[in-house]
Nanobody
């Protein structure tokens, strides 16, 4: 089992920045990719960014150039630096860890005001 705890969400004005953190605990040696997803009200959950155990990354087109995902394997933590935030980035952001099983955190709210 893997437990994921997100932190760092909040309210920010458009153009501002936030940094999300996701700490993993439990059977973490089996984790391959870790990533961030988001779900806005009335919409489906969507991929924001993912980072593989080897460091390769992939981003949604809507966040490329503004968001950066990183990973600290010693701390078993993944980060999402979000810059130039837009109101359309408002959502609950979920951390995900991929082993043969997919694990999810409870989510953290990000609200961007115009």
């Amino acid at each position: 089992q893997v437990q994921l705890v997100e932190s760092g969400g909040g309210l920010v004005q458009a153009g501002g920045s936030l940094k999300l953190s996701c700490a993993a605990s439990g059977i973490i040696f089996g984790i391959n990719a870790m990533g961030w997803y988001r779900q806005a009200p009335g919409k489906q959950r969507e991929l924001v960014a993912v980072i593989a155990s080897g460091g390769g990354t992939n981003y949604a087109d809507s966040v490329k150039g503004r968001f950066t995902i990183s990973r600290d394997n010693v701390k078993s933590t993944v980060y999402l630096q979000m810059n130039s935030l837009k109101p359309e980035d408002t959502a609950v952001y979920y951390c995900n860890a991929q082993t043969p099983i997919s694990y999810w955190g409870r989510g953290t709210q990000v609200t961007v005001s115009s």
